[in-house]
DNA sequence: ATAAAGCTTCCCACCGGGGGAAGGTCAAGC
DNA sequence: GCTTGACCTTCCCCCGGTGGGAAGCTTTAT
């Protein structure tokens, strides 16, 4: 199978399996005599497995891990467990970071007429001082340093 | 000011007040006779506004625009509640994509011993034939459709 | 005067890819 | 047979944002 077919199969570009392999990621694949790569359906079951590790939001260095594992008959399920939890952590932390903003800006946003007039509370939030600014003091410092004679 | 004291006082780094300047996110800075950059209180509060907008989750293209609403003056505060419930729609689709995720990690993780055995669902249903296979596409569509139906 | 800190530009790296050029190979159709 | 088009190869550049660092100049402090 050549990478066309192998790429379809696995639903990862030509593209990227020759990513994969230049990384280290897929093992190179054999060749034929004029220099095309040859993937078996093994090597296809392979990329789809990175291919669905991706998707679940696994980087690509975890994607390494979990092949690992995967292809250990011996490691321990706990092993597998934990470290899918690890990333539910990680996962979460960003869901949390964006939900976060997300709050911020409705609030905002609730609080905009959103009529013709350019009175905007979510520009003025935008460029107004927030109180989480921990460089404020050394800020004030700055300006009435700058103000006078520097 | 010099770059350094604009940096701190923004909470931009000066590398990113550079990089800021390169793509034209902001003007470029007056200079001294010696070529060193030259910041006021006004580029410190673009700044501000800048890294208060990036960490709302704008992009520097959206923030580029919203900077451009900022400073219209004559703008309407419709166009700027449009503006920002647009990018509280995109975030809301970047979490429930990190959502999805996380879900069925969770669920798969909840199928998992978590012991010393190698047996791991995890692994087995990463491994799955799922969409992007053409040929034996129908296999268990049952996990993953049990990962969406939340 | 000298050393340190700060500034300048320039290049490189990261992740995960996408786009495309230049050139070799394969299979089908005539 | 020969042409054509699809496919393959390597190579390089691009993106968003950010950090690191080298080489060299300027300013400040001692």
Excluded at 55 to 61: D, H, P, T
Excluded at 72 to 80: H, I, T
Excluded at 90 to 98: F, T, Y
Aim: a positive charge; glycine letters at 8%; hydrophobic letters at 35%.
């Amino acid at each position: 199978m050549n990478i066309g077919e192998a790429a379809q199969a696995s639903g990862v570009s030509a593209k990227m399996v020759r990513y994969y392999e230049r990384i280290g990621l897929i093992r190179a694949a054999t060749r034929t005599e004029s220099g095309y790569r040859v993937y078996s359906d093994e090597d296809v079951h392979t990329l789809r497995f990175i291919r669905r590790s991706r998707g679940l939001g696994f980087s690509i260095e975890e994607t390494a891990e979990l092949l690992a594992l995967w292809r250990d008959r011996e490691r321990a399920s706990a092993d597998v467990k934990s470290f899918a939890l690890k990333h539910v952590k990680d996962l979460e932390a960003k869901i949390e970071s964006l939900q976060s903003m997300c709050r911020t800006l409705r609030h905002l946003a609730g609080s905009c007429h959103g009529d013709g007039r350019p009175d905007c509370p979510i520009l003025d939030d935008i460029a107004a001082f927030g109180p989480g600014d921990k460089k404020e003091a050394k800020r004030t410092k700055a300006v009435s340093t700058c103000n006078h004679s520097h």
